[in-house]
């Protein structure tokens, strides 16, 4: 975990060889449930919103629905929102590729490995650039998808301003805004 003022907080563990059998999801989704239950109910976080990024789409998923078909993984996220709600955190988790969570040095941290990323100093929000829409990092990729099922109704995408005049016309419009702004 990274703190606004870059103070990094993690931990490093072994799996015992069955539990360890169970897969990658129910690892990294114990460990980040784990690490940020144990915060919480020390009150390291009350009254914040955390950010939670991982290249795990099942953990993304589990935390987002809060549905698991593995029990453990369901009654963690159970005992993780209950904690969260009593100390007034809001937990956004948020899904990256594998190659951004390699360059942010958070990948390998609980392994062991400290030489990427934050553990050299860098602010993690460079890596995740939620200040960008989509468009801005793959507009060519997604103008050449848009258009392909588009047809004759492309139009590039509105700003904030066209939005709120041509958005209201008839027609097919595409937004692409910021997910949000990082603090």
Same mark, same amino acid.
């Given at each position: 975990m990274q703190y606004p003022d870059l103070v990094l907080d993690g931990r490093v563990g072994l799996w015992e060889a069955g539990y360890a059998s169970g897969g990658s999801n129910l690892r990294e989704g114990t460990n980040m449930a784990n690490h940020?239950?144990?915060?919480?109910?020390?009150?390291?976080?009350? =009254?914040? &919103? %955390?950010?939670?990024? #991982?290249?795990?789409?099942?953990?993304?998923?589990?935390?987002?629905? +809060?549905?698991?078909?593995a029990k453990h993984l369901f009654y963690l996220v159970l005992e993780?929102?209950?904690?969260?709600? =009593?100390? &007034? %955190?809001?937990?956004? #988790?948020?899904?990256?590729?594998?190659?951004?969570?390699?360059?942010? +040095?958070?990948?390998?941290?609980?392994?062991?490995?400290h030489d990427a990323g934050l553990s050299l100093g860098f602010d993690v929000r460079?890596?995740?650039?939620?200040?960008?829409?989509?468009?801005?990092?793959?507009?060519?990729?997604?103008? +050449?998808?848009?258009?392909?099922?588009?047809?004759?109704?492309?139009?590039?995408?509105?700003?904030?301003?066209?939005?709120f005049e041509e958005g209201h016309h008839s027609g097919v419009h595409i937004w692409a805004p910021p997910r949000q702004r990082l603090p």
């Open positions: 940020l239950l144990q915060d919480i109910k020390a009150g390291k976080h009350d =009254g914040c &919103e %955390v950010w939670c990024f #991982t290249d795990n789409s099942v953990w993304s998923y589990v935390w987002t629905k +809060g549905l698991s078909t993780l929102r209950i904690a969260a709600r =009593g100390h &007034e %955190v809001y937990i956004r #988790t948020y899904h990256l590729s594998g190659d951004r969570m390699i360059a942010t +040095g958070m990948d390998g941290w609980s392994r062991g490995n460079q890596f995740i650039p939620l200040h960008l829409s989509a468009w801005c990092i793959a507009g060519g990729a997604l103008e +050449g998808w848009c258009k392909s099922w588009m047809g004759t109704d492309y139009s590039p995408p509105l700003s904030a301003e066209g939005w």
